[in-house]
């Protein structure tokens, strides 16, 4: 095992953590934004630093499809190859099943793509995953799972839950450097809580470095997702990382690491800069808007990247609409947006001011105090007090349901884009 996971303090379910990784310690709660082929598009590994980035994702289906993880062992590995001395995580590959659907054959033997470079058929089993991932080098590596989107119902869930479990074992017999390369285990089962809990039992049977809690952020109700994720967290062990994948909203990431989760990745801010939208704690600025074209603040007064020092939002606006240089600034600013929460999440809990963090962290959110209901239940379940924070009738959804009363849902599906 070539990681240590110390848990430094704590709120009932939410922890500070000190993860010692290969090429870096890093602090948690964490946020790694997703550089799919060895690069944050628009941004050097240097500006990724100075943000205080920890890790960066790298994706095994595109590395190695180009420019090919022989090439890359062979030049010293990944870190070398893209000039970063801090951490990486690749993922397994097996996120394509779901995004790549269309060119992919799903077998017990592993998975068929044809390649969208020049339409060769590539059988990724869980084996070829991880002497890839061995290959490339990265500090956490991910077991191949079978992936299905949460929307699906009926025995395919089943079926991908316990083949996933068969895959783990062929993984870790098929992984050459445990001792400078952390194998992670991958949570399936849909929205059954059933299958949840045997993937569970099976992966800490196993007694792996990490978890991670797959199969979310794909569309499903916002309800649902919560609850996927306490119920998965509070199966796995206190001693090791846990990781909900794929999730990068803001509030999503308050409210998993209130129900113990440690790590989480996204598109969401690097793309949603390149359709001109900041991240700023009331939520989203749209850049592209008419009325940026004169607005000579700052994205965000109280942020010390360097955008909000040097740019107001017109001379952006500008940007957006023409120029390609936009949306670097723009993924700076949101990359540095969420680094700093992820600094603020682990401060506030380690010095015993979590409940204050996501309490003010909600009034930004939602000043009328709409705060949605599901994130009502699931600090609850965290433990933390948020009426303060809502209207009269937004703290009462509780008792009228109690009562038979049906009240819509107005809560978008988790779903990064």
């Given at each position: 095992?070539?990681?240590?996971?110390?848990?430094?303090?704590?709120?009932?379910?939410?922890?500070?953590?000190?993860?010692?990784?290969?090429?870096?310690?890093?602090?948690?709660?964490?946020?790694?934004?997703?550089?799919?082929?060895?690069?944050?598009?628009?941004?050097?590994?240097?500006?990724?630093?100075?943000?205080?980035?920890?890790?960066?994702?790298?994706?095994?289906?595109?590395?190695?499809?180009?420019?090919?993880?022989?090439l890359?062992?062979?030049?010293?590995?990944?870190?070398?190859?893209?000039?970063?001395?801090?951490?990486?995580?690749?993922?397994?590959?097996?996120?394509?099943?779901?995004s790549?659907?269309?060119?992919?054959?799903?077998?017990?033997?592993?998975?068929?793509?044809?390649?969208?470079?020049?339409?060769?058929?590539?059988?990724?089993?869980?084996?070829?995953?991880?002497?890839?991932?061995?290959?490339?080098?990265?500090?956490i590596?991910?077991?191949?799972?079978?992936?299905?989107?949460?929307?699906?119902?009926?025995?395919?869930?089943?079926?991908?839950?316990?083949?996933?479990?068969?895959w783990?074992?062929?993984?870790?017999?098929?992984?050459?450097?445990?001792?400078?390369?952390?194998?992670?285990?991958?949570?399936?089962?849909?929205?059954?809580p059933?299958?949840r809990?045997?993937?569970?039992?099976?992966?800490v049977?196993?007694?792996?470095?990490?978890?991670?809690?797959?199969?979310?952020?794909?569309?499903?109700?916002?309800?649902?997702?919560?609850?996927?994720?306490?119920?998965?967290?509070?199966?796995?062990?206190?001693?090791?990382?846990?990781?909900?994948?794929?999730?990068?909203?803001?509030?999503?990431?308050?409210?998993?690491?209130?129900?113990?989760?440690?790590?989480?990745?996204?598109?969401?801010?690097?793309?949603?800069?390149?359709?001109?939208?900041?991240?700023?704690?009331?939520?989203?600025?749209?850049?592209?808007?008419?009325?940026?074209?004169?607005?000579?603040?700052?994205?965000?007064?109280?942020?010390p990247?360097?955008?909000?020092?040097?740019?107001?939002?017109?001379?952006?606006?500008?940007?957006?609409?023409k120029?390609?240089?936009?949306?670097?600034?723009?993924?700076?600013?949101?990359?540095?947006?969420?680094?700093?929460?992820?600094?603020?999440?682990?401060?506030?809990?380690?010095?015993?001011?979590?409940?204050?963090?996501?309490?003010?962290?909600?009034r930004?959110?939602?000043?009328?105090?709409?705060?949605?209901?599901?994130?009502?239940?699931?600090?609850?379940?965290?433990?933390?007090?948020?009426?303060?924070?809502?209207?009269?009738?937004?703290?009462q959804?509780?008792?009228?349901e109690?009562?038979?009363?049906?009240?819509?849902?107005?809560?978008?599906?988790?779903?990064?884009?």
């Open positions: 095992m070539a990681l240590r996971f110390e848990v430094l303090g704590r709120f009932n379910r939410a922890r500070a953590a000190r993860l010692t990784l290969p090429h870096f310690t890093c602090q948690t709660p964490l946020f790694m934004p997703v550089g799919t082929q060895g690069t944050i598009k628009g941004l050097a590994t240097d500006q990724l630093e100075a943000i205080g980035c920890q890790i960066i994702l790298g994706n095994t289906y595109h590395l190695e499809l180009r420019p090919g993880s022989r890359i062992d062979d030049l010293g590995g990944l870190h070398k190859f893209m000039n970063w001395k801090r951490a990486l995580l690749t993922d397994s590959g097996g996120f394509q099943m779901v790549l659907l269309h060119l992919a054959d799903i077998t017990e033997e592993g998975v068929t793509f044809q390649s969208p470079v020049d339409g060769k058929p590539m059988l990724l089993t869980p084996e070829e995953s991880i002497h890839i991932q061995n290959n490339i080098g990265a500090d590596i991910m077991a191949l799972d079978d992936v299905v989107k949460t929307t699906i119902t009926g025995p395919r869930i089943e079926e991908a839950m316990y083949r996933t479990l068969r783990i074992d062929r993984c870790i017999a098929a992984h050459k450097k445990p001792d400078v390369q952390n194998l992670f285990g991958i949570v399936q089962g849909g929205l059954d059933v299958l809990d045997i993937c569970v039992r099976g992966l049977e196993r007694n792996l470095p990490g978890y991670a809690i797959g199969g979310l952020a794909g569309g499903e109700d916002k309800d649902s997702f919560w609850r996927v994720v306490a119920q998965c967290t509070a199966g796995l062990p206190e001693d090791k990382p846990r990781y909900v994948m794929g999730v990068g909203y803001p509030l999503d990431i308050v409210v998993c690491s209130a129900l113990g989760a440690d790590m989480y990745d996204c598109v969401y801010p690097t793309r949603t800069a390149r359709f001109g939208s900041a991240l700023v704690p009331e939520g989203v600025l749209k850049l592209k808007q008419n009325a940026m074209a004169t607005d000579e603040r700052p994205i965000d007064p109280s942020c990247c360097m955008v909000c020092k040097n740019y107001t939002r017109a001379y952006l606006h500008c940007l957006v609409t120029d390609p240089m936009g949306s670097q600034l723009l993924s700076y600013h949101n990359l540095s947006f969420m680094m700093r929460l992820s600094r603020d999440l682990h401060m506030s809990i380690l010095e015993g001011r979590f409940p204050e963090f996501v309490r003010g962290f909600l930004v959110q939602f000043p009328k105090g709409d705060v949605p209901k599901w994130v009502h239940n699931a600090m609850e379940v965290a433990g933390i007090d948020i009426s303060e924070c809502c209207t009269p009738t937004n703290c959804h509780d008792a009228m109690a009562a038979g009363v049906d009240i819509a849902e107005f809560c978008p599906p988790t779903k990064c884009p």
